[in-house]
């Protein structure tokens, strides 16, 4: 089952904005990781953060977490066009242990740059 | 990051024929691979977890006997979807885990679509 919930559903912005993304989940998790999905397209993976980390750096992408709230935010800066797709948390839980998961989802932030 | 590859990119077939999906992991060995669908709109579900050499792992309420799953070695891992009917038309997305960086990495999709 789904266990992250992203927020807002869709954003549109100007280019040239900053894009700010919420993901909330429900159970401990080991990781989260934020991809973004072009339309029909595969998943490219973007940042993955550890539950001991708080904030997480690349390139225009900043990842924050806090485990204490289970809730991640994705901030996009200075949006270009080409950022427009969908955005999706997915998480890591701990129950499994040691070993490879699969990941749950979230349910996705439609992002659109307008130019 | 690492590369995963899949085949076909997209296949239309009659209902009640079988379809192979290829998954293969390019630069690295993957123990583990996961299975994902996603419909319309709709975020990305885990259907069941590829082991190589043993038998996959299945969701809860995904039909084991419907989704074959072969993960014959490090780097290749199959999903037959058998006797193929209109609503399993979807897109089917792999990954595997980078299990240095426990970083998923996901193929590009196959969209499947069953007259």
């Known amino acids: 089952s789904q266990q992250g919930e992203e927020d807002p559903q869709a954003l549109s912005i100007q280019e040239g904005e900053n894009a700010t993304m919420n993901c909330s989940y429900k159970?401990?998790?080991?990781?989260l990781q934020w991809y973004r999905q072009n339309s029909g397209r595969g998943l490219v993976h973007l940042i993955l953060?550890?539950?001991?980390?708080r904030e997480k750096h690349s390139g225009r992408l900043r990842v924050t977490l806090d485990t204490s709230k289970k809730s991640s935010s994705l901030l996009i800066t200075a949006s270009r066009a080409a950022d427009t797709a969908s955005y999706f948390c997915?998480?890591?839980?701990?129950?499994?242990?040691?070993?490879?998961?699969?990941?749950?989802f979230g349910k996705g932030t439609h992002l659109i740059i307008q130019p | 990051g690492a590369v995963v590859s899949q085949h076909p990119s997209w296949v239309i077939c009659k209902s009640g024929t079988s379809v192979k999906i290829e998954c293969r992991s390019l630069?690295?060995?993957?123990?583990?691979m996961f299975w994902y669908r996603q419909f319309p709109k709709q975020s990305l579900m885990l259907m069941a977890t590829s082991n190589e050499g043993s038998k996959a792992t299945y969701e809860q309420g995904v039909e084991k006997d419907k989704f074959l799953i072969n993960h014959a070695s490090l780097t290749l891992s199959t999903l037959t979807v058998t006797s193929a009917h209109p609503e399993d038309s979807s897109f089917y997305i792999c990954?595997?885990?980078?299990?240095?960086?426990?970083?998923?990495?996901f193929g590009p999709g196959t969209r499947l679509t069953v007259l």
């Open positions: 997915a998480t890591d839980d701990s129950y499994s242990g040691g070993g490879a998961d699969g990941l749950t």
């Open positions: 953060i550890r539950s001991n980390e």
């Open positions: 630069d690295f060995q993957a123990t583990t």
């Open positions: 159970t401990s998790i080991n990781n």
């Open positions: 990954s595997g885990t980078d299990e240095y960086t426990d970083t998923q990495y």
